[in-house]
């Protein structure tokens, strides 16, 4: 198996001609035509310590949802993180590949994810690229209402969420959810015309958190934790065609952000 035919599996459920034009989603570093060898190992971020689990694991590609290289480098020596990534992957045989926004637009793909583990039903896309049930975003239901403290907690305890950043609880119960994982401010409009009672996402500014009342809730959940989900989606889809190389979760993949409780 060739490092070309783990990215057409992939693609074959997030064609890359559904990512954004500011992304830089497929294969970053690396040959196609390259012998996959020892395994592939799946995280949300490139980073020196998943780098070096390749290495330790023995595995000559790395899958995340973040393209490590997203605006363009001048030169490699050392001086960033980004760069000090592309240097180690390139000494150590590694192909780095991303699956970012068409991840997000994919049917089935970030999150839908999370819409299920939310236990949302009916869903559908909160705003739809074309007309094949792709695009950014999901607005589905609850079983029955409930009520929004006691959801706040089921998307903490889901999703391993800290904190929760929520804007005034303007709906004593919610049925209907909508959802974006990374960066969803840009949405709030769309979420208001879902009809939802609470919107959660993440990356929400200040003012965002003012712009839902007295509609709905807004909740930002944190990046990270919203995406930790491409790990299992690319599991998923990578375990169902190979099955004579390893597939390794990442264990060193974390969140860049920490809180103080
Ligand atoms: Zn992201």
């Given at each position: 198996m060739k490092i070309g035919d783990v990215a057409a599996i992939i693609e074959e459920f997030a064609p890359l001609s559904l990512q954004e034009s500011y992304d830089n989603s497929g294969l970053v570093v690396g040959r196609a035509d390259d012998e996959l060898r020892g395994g592939v190992l799946l995280a949300v971020d490139v980073t020196e310590a998943v780098i070096d689990e390749a290495v330790r694991l023995g595995c000559s590609m790395v899958v995340t949802?973040?393209?490590?290289?997203f605006h363009p480098l001048k030169r490699l020596n050392s001086a960033s993180q980004t760069e000090r990534c592309v240097e180690a992957a390139l000494k150590n045989g590694i192909a780095l590949y991303a699956c970012h926004t068409n991840l997000d637009s994919a049917h089935g793909g970030m999150s839908w994810r999370v819409g299920q583990m939310l236990s949302l039903r009916d869903m559908r896309v909160?705003?739809?690229?074309?007309?094949?049930?792709?695009?950014?975003g999901v607005v589905g239901e609850l079983a029955e209402p409930m009520p929004t403290e006691e959801f706040l907690q089921i998307v903490r305890r889901r999703l391993g969420v800290q904190v929760v950043r929520h804007s005034?609880?303007?709906?004593?119960?919610?049925v209907r959810v909508a959802v974006c994982t990374g960066?969803?401010?840009?949405l709030i409009d769309d979420a208001r015309r879902s009809g939802c009672d609470i919107y959660v996402t993440a990356d929400?500014?200040?003012n965002d958190f003012f712009a839902p009342a007295p509609d709905f809730v807004v909740a930002d959940i944190g990046h990270f934790e919203s995406e930790f989900c491409a790990i299992g989606i690319l599991f998923d889809i990578l375990s169902k065609k190979i099955t004579n190389f390893a597939l390794h979760r990442s264990a060193?993949?974390?969140?860049p952000v920490h809180y103080c409780l």
């Open positions: 949802h973040h393209p490590i290289i909160l705003q739809p690229q074309g007309d094949d049930d792709t695009g950014f005034a609880i303007v709906r004593d119960k919610v960066a969803g401010g840009s929400l500014k200040y060193c993949t974390a969140n």
